[in-house]
T-cell receptor
Framework: DAKTTQPNSMESNEEEPVHLPCNHS???????IHWYRQLPSQGPEYVIH???SNVNNRMASLAIAEDRKSSTLILHRATLRDAAVYYC??????????FGTGTRLQVFP | GAVVSQHPSWVICKSGTSVKIECRSL??????MFWYRQFPKQSLMLMAT?????????EQGVEKDKFLINHASLTLSTLTVTSAHPEDSSFYIC????????????FGPGTRLTVL
């Protein structure tokens, strides 16, 4: 399975944009990039996913580099409820989601 | 849509007893469900993949006789921790895949198991 690298932690102030990076230099041409987040004491929550083009939904935006070796999850206006561990995961036609250590996002009021 | 529930949300049991955890997809049919375990301050670890009507596929190092998985219907999968011991205390989380051909999974809220 192609691996991802994320910073252990990041901080943001409320109502500011947050850019969460993910490196995946060994990504293959058919790997999808998925983002999930896990709030404390809860199951993970699907955030967004993409293949090549940038993606937007009501929760976030996903910017994918042209060479696909990195991507960035963008929270346009962080709220206290966005404090969570964010996981970047690659998948290809597989049932499995292999979770790494993720990025712990702290949001300050 | 795409809601997954788990029951119970927490359970405390004595060492040597068995505990059953239910995972239900409430508003969709899930041909595939997954079970994860998460220890404090660690990431999720996939335990097994469960397909409706067939035997579960366990990840390496997970004892299939200790963690019994049943996926009898398209909306229900159960995980039974048999002869539980304190080292089995963990946060157990299930997920369901919405449909074939997609990798997106929807997760339950988790079950906190404490074995005394």
């Amino acid at each position: 399975d192609a691996k991802t690298t994320q910073p252990n932690s990041m901080e943001s102030n409320e109502e500011e944009p947050v850019h969460l990076p993910c490196n995946h230099s060994t990504i293959s041409g058919t790997d999808y990039i998925h983002w999930y987040r896990q709030l404390p004491s809860q199951g993970p929550e699907y955030v967004i996913h993409g293949l090549t083009s940038n993606v937007n939904n009501r929760m976030a935006s996903l910017a994918i580099a042209e060479d696909r070796k990195s991507s960035t999850l963008i929270l346009h206006r962080a709220t206290l409820r966005d404090a969570a561990v964010y996981y970047c995961i690659l998948t290809f036609n597989t049932d499995k989601l292999i979770f790494g250590t993720g990025t712990r996002l702290q949001v300050f009021p | 849509g795409a809601v997954v529930s788990q029951h119970p949300s927490w359970v405390i049991c004595k060492s040597g007893t068995s505990v059953k955890i239910e995972c239900r997809s409430l508003d969709f049919q899930a041909t595939t469900m997954f079970w994860y375990r998460q220890f404090p301050k660690q990431s999720l670890m996939l335990m097994a993949t469960s397909n409706e009507g067939s035997k579960a596929t366990y990840e390496q190092g997970v004892e299939k006789d200790k963690f019994l998985i049943n996926h009898a219907s398209l909306t229900l999968s159960t995980l039974t921790v048999t002869s539980a011991h304190p080292e089995d205390s963990s946060f157990y989380i299930c997920s369901a895949r919405l449909r074939r051909g997609t990798d997106t999974q929807y997760f339950g809220p988790g079950t906190r198991l404490t074995v005394l």
